[in-house]
């Protein structure tokens, strides 16, 4: 798979799992879960050229994916991925809260998505 369809699989699966949970389906949401994880774990075996396809997503047009690219990129592009979990932090709802938690691992020193 291309590195562009690995980047979209995890788009789109960040995306419905939310949708998921926002109906309340949870069952579903893990099942998109797992699937973005094997997208991005596909996407860092190949190292940097895999992270900078995810970059991408810190554009993309919904907070979710956004949110989830740049909790994955911290290490690799710290500034532009505190940046877009900062401001989606301002808000309120579970995306803002997974941006601030996000973000609190990191300073923490607790934060693992990508070891490097």
């Given at each position: 798979m291309k590195l562009e369809e690995l980047v979209e699989q995890f788009a789109l699966n960040?995306?419905?799992?939310?949708?998921?949970?926002?109906?309340?389906?949870?069952?579903?949401?893990n099942k998109h879960a797992r699937?973005?994880?094997?997208a991005v774990d596909k996407l860092l075996v190949h190292g940097d050229a895999g992270r900078d396809a995810l970059l991408v997503l810190l554009k993309h047009e919904r907070m979710d994916v956004r949110v989830m690219a740049a909790a994955?990129?911290?290490?690799?592009?710290?500034?532009?991925?505190?940046?877009?979990?900062?401001?989606?932090?301002?808000?309120?709802?579970?995306?803002?809260?997974?941006a601030g938690q996000a973000l609190k691992r990191w300073e923490e020193g607790t934060w693992a998505l990508d070891p490097g």
């Open positions: 960040v995306a419905a799992q939310t949708d998921a949970i926002w109906r309340g389906d949870a069952k579903t949401g699937k973005y994880g094997v994955h990129l911290l290490r690799y592009r710290t500034t532009e991925a505190k940046a877009v979990l900062e401001e989606a932090a301002k808000g309120q709802g579970l995306v803002p809260f997974e």
